[in-house]
């Protein structure tokens, strides 16, 4: 091999050497950005997972770098997370701590209260529900869903929320002391939500009344018990849904597939007629 042949060579290996440097570089690079866009989703403000990011809350673990990613399995409190990882979505783990001191509370009086999310990245959304804690709950015990009761519920029907969500509730004004919201983004498209505990310094609001008039913005009864069917929305095996005046059960995960015309193979079983005091359930939306 002659010393120019040589030296042709090594420049075509070192361009190649180059290329291939540069090519891996470029895959974990688009890597990196597709897995921090799929990894963020959302967080309710002064959550527990909030306030580990801001500092406010000490020795929380990963969650402090991405309190939008508390994900879990949804259709909570039917399904979703075990009891005991609520406030995790059973993935940061340190969250499910709970003594009467661990966590910095926020103060927060009963009745008119309005709850901010900031998105990070928006999904096709079921429904917003919080929960409170009971008047009897134990602090020192991790969270339970016997421990919880829904006060307040939005429903989007499958719509994409803005990046930043406004939900307006009335906070139980019939308690006071420490307690525990949680906070849970039901996803439309998915099996998923997002779970965000908050703590509260709870003080009774001498203005509001102990318990609101009924259909007050928030009010969890003013929808029935079972959701409209929605095209967008992932179903599994035990869900019932509303459609067509009729209630229909999922057999197995279905989405996209309309009750009642799918035939006796298809992923719909059919309970019956709508109660009468369902019938309210079908008329939906986020008001």
Known sequence: MTNQTFVNHRKLSMKWFIFSIGALFLMLAGSFVFAESASAHGYLTDSRAHLCSTGQNTNCGPVRWEPFSVEGRGDFPEFGVPDGKIA?????????????????KVDMVGGEHTFHWKLTANHS??????????????????????????FCRYIDDGAIPPIDTYNDCFVPNDREGYHVIVGVWDIADTENAFYQAMDVKLSINPSAPTTPDKGFPGDPNRFGKYLVWNTIRVYTEGEIVLHNGQLWQALWWTRGQEPGTTGQWGPWKLIGDVPPDEEGSTELGSA
């Open 88 to 104: 995790s979505g059973a993935k940061f783990l340190e969250l499910d701590e709970q003594t009467a001191d661990r966590w910095t």
């Open 125 to 150: 959304t079921n429904t917003w529900d919080y929960f409170i804690t009971k008047k009897d709950w134990d602090p020192n015990s991790p969270l339970k869903r016997e421990d919880l009761e829904l």
